[in-house]
């Protein structure tokens, strides 16, 4: 099996976040109303802009760096991930008309991501017996 790169890595999660928001605004149109599947659409993409966020810090160091220099961008990629993430979350729930409900769900789901991509992205050479 050949090595997924980054940037590969990051398209799959990023599409399948995609996919569940979207599968997720469309269910929630279906059993709703528009206000349920624009609230959908908002959650999912918060979770995809902030993915998008920490992948390109994280990945921004280059391959050979120092540990320090690689574990502070991790850190300081997740912080800002985290606090993104609660401006964003924040500010969809107080300044714009979202149902609650379905932007938290969608925004779950997306997260979920990590986990639904790792199949695909699960690299045959880091198998350890």
Known sequence: MRAMGAQQV???ITAIQLLLTLL?????????????AYSAV????????????FASKVFSVRIGSPA?????AF???????????????????FYFDVAPLPLLLAYMAALMAYWLALPFTFDASVRTL
């Open 42 to 53: 908002i959650g999912g993409g918060i979770s995809i802009l902030v993915t998008l966020y």
């Open 10 to 12: 990051i398209r799959k």
């Open 24 to 36: 997720i605004a469309v269910a929630s149109f279906a059993f709703g109303n528009f206000k349920t």
């Open 75 to 93: 850190y300081v990629g997740e912080v800002v991930k985290l606090l993104l993430t609660i401006v964003l979350l924040g500010g969809a729930l």
């Open 68 to 72: 320090a220099k690689i574990a502070r």
